[in-house]
């Protein structure tokens, strides 16, 4: 039998099993949310628990074979390469911060998160590794921008020190603006039982599901994501206006073709986020549904880690010759040991 809790003049119906979400009084406490997920069809879920296990996998030991052959091998130890390697770093941190909360929860087919636990912590570390692969992304660029722009003075420019302010700076800035958001969604109320129609717990969505006044948390997401997002944009955008620039004035077609291809593996990199990205946000504010909006968010919260690894090792020549050195030295020990 429903029971009929008031707030404010407001009637709302609720189940028994529905109670323990709520406090009585003038403020609600909510200490649990319920991921939704994709589709709550039974015979759906093994296919989506395996689908979504196999590309975590393949995205964390794809990852994490980059970061072996970079670290393994000296030919590899350039400013390229170990952005490359946080790349790869942060890509596994990224996927790992929403796919086995999801994969668990299917496994054990609940829906639960807990609120100040999970939920915030998880939502922390996704803006946390969003933010740093924005930058990281525009530093690439930068990267890529002075070895062509400005090849002899390559090494002096782009010194350990640099790289190593480089991605301690992109590590503040997203640490800095992740915080500011999570500690914002921290005063917020909600009044309701709370599905969220998502895989994780996504800031917009949180926002939304909230009953108090969200103005403020509106206004600080719009700005930070115009300054944050918006910025590494145009930071790559002019930098690859100079590297084209540059390039168009090499005399040789052999000339263009080589700088050129030094820029190919992370140009397709940027080009696949950042259209993932966009598209995520112009389709859910076009459709206004939140199930479309998580479909889609997979692209880039879990497809593009996953297809990074494979455009590096495919279109840069460099890590295929590496790659194949790092697989030969297993085989070269067992040959030594049984020899």
Same mark, same amino acid.
């Given at each position: 039998?429903?029971?009929?809790?008031?707030?404010?003049?407001?009637? +709302?119906?609720?189940?028994?099993?529905? &109670? $323990? %979400? *709520?406090?009585?009084? /003038?403020?609600?406490?909510?200490?649990?949310?319920? !991921?939704?997920?994709?589709?709550?069809?039974?015979?759906?879920?093994?296919?989506?628990?395996?689908?979504?296990?196999?590309?975590?996998?393949?995205?964390?030991?794809?990852?994490?074979?980059?970061?072996?052959?970079?670290?393994?091998?000296?030919?590899?130890?350039?400013?390229?390469?170990?952005?490359?390697?946080?790349?790869?770093?942060?890509?596994?941190?990224?996927?790992?911060?929403?796919?086995?909360?999801?994969?668990?929860?299917?496994?054990?087919?609940?829906?639960?998160?807990?609120?100040?636990?999970?939920?915030?912590?998880?939502?922390?570390?996704?803006?946390?590794?969003?933010?740093?692969?924005?930058?990281?992304?525009?530093?690439?660029?930068?990267?890529? +921008?002075?070895?062509?722009?400005?090849? &002899? $003075? %390559? *090494?002096?420019?782009? /010194?350990?020190?640099?790289?190593?302010?480089?991605? !301690?700076?992109?590590?503040?800035?997203?640490?800095?603006?992740?915080?500011?958001?999570?500690?914002?969604?921290?005063?917020?109320?909600?009044?309701?039982?709370?599905?969220?129609?998502?895989?994780?717990?996504?800031?917009?969505?949180?926002?939304?599901?909230?009953?108090?006044?969200?103005?403020?948390?509106?206004?600080?997401?719009?700005?930070?994501?115009?300054?944050?997002?918006?910025?590494?944009?145009?930071?790559?955008?002019?930098?690859?206006?100079?590297?084209?620039?540059?390039?168009?004035?090499?005399?040789?077609?052999?000339?263009?073709?080589?700088?050129?291809?030094?820029?190919?593996?992370?140009?397709?990199?940027?080009?696949?986020?950042?259209?993932?990205?966009?598209?995520?946000?112009?389709?859910?504010?076009?459709?206004?549904?939140?199930?479309?909006?998580?479909?889609?968010?997979?692209?880039?919260?879990?497809?593009?880690?996953?297809?990074?690894?494979?455009?590096?090792?495919?279109?840069?020549?460099?890590?295929?010759?590496?790659?194949?050195?790092?697989?030969?030295?297993?085989?070269?020990?067992?040959?030594?040991?049984?020899?």
């Amino acid at each position: 039998m429903p029971i009929y809790v008031k707030f404010s003049h407001i009637i +709302f119906p609720f189940t028994d099993s529905h &109670l $323990h %979400y *709520m406090e009585t009084g /003038n403020d609600t406490g909510i200490s649990e949310f319920l !991921l939704m997920g994709f589709s709550e069809e039974p015979e759906l879920q093994p296919l989506i628990f395996g689908t979504f296990l196999s590309m975590y996998l393949i995205t964390v030991f794809g990852n994490l074979l980059i970061i072996l052959t970079i670290s393994s091998d000296s030919q590899l130890h350039t400013p390229m390469y170990f952005f490359l390697a946080n790349l790869s770093f942060v890509d596994i941190c990224f996927t790992s911060t929403t796919v086995p909360k999801m994969l668990w929860n299917i496994q054990t087919q609940s829906k639960v998160i807990t609120y100040a636990d999970y939920c915030i912590t998880q939502m922390f570390y996704f803006i946390l590794f969003t933010g740093l692969d924005m930058f990281l992304l525009t530093v690439m660029a930068y990267d890529r +921008f002075v070895a062509i722009c400005h090849p &002899l $003075h %390559y *090494m002096v420019i782009m /010194n350990p020190r640099l790289c190593g302010l480089l991605v !301690l700076g992109s590590w503040v800035l997203s640490a800095l603006h992740s915080l500011l958001e999570s500690l914002m969604v921290l005063p917020l109320s909600f009044c309701t039982v709370l599905e969220i129609p998502h895989f994780f717990c996504e800031l917009n969505q949180m926002i939304q599901l909230a009953c108090s006044d969200t103005f403020l948390n509106n206004m600080v997401v719009y700005f930070l994501a115009m300054l944050l997002a918006g910025g590494p944009f145009i930071g790559i955008l002019y930098s690859y206006y100079k590297i084209v620039s540059s390039i168009r004035g090499i005399s040789s077609a052999q000339g263009k073709y080589k700088a050129f291809s030094t820029c190919v593996s992370h140009l397709s990199v940027v080009s696949l986020f950042f259209c993932t990205s966009l598209g995520v946000y112009l389709s859910s504010a076009a459709t206004q549904s939140s199930h479309s909006s998580a479909v889609a968010s997979v692209m880039y919260t879990v497809v593009t880690p996953m297809l990074n690894p494979f455009i590096y090792s495919l279109k840069n020549r460099d890590i295929k010759g590496a790659l194949m050195r790092f697989s030969e030295i297993p085989a070269k020990k067992w040959v030594i040991v049984l020899g």
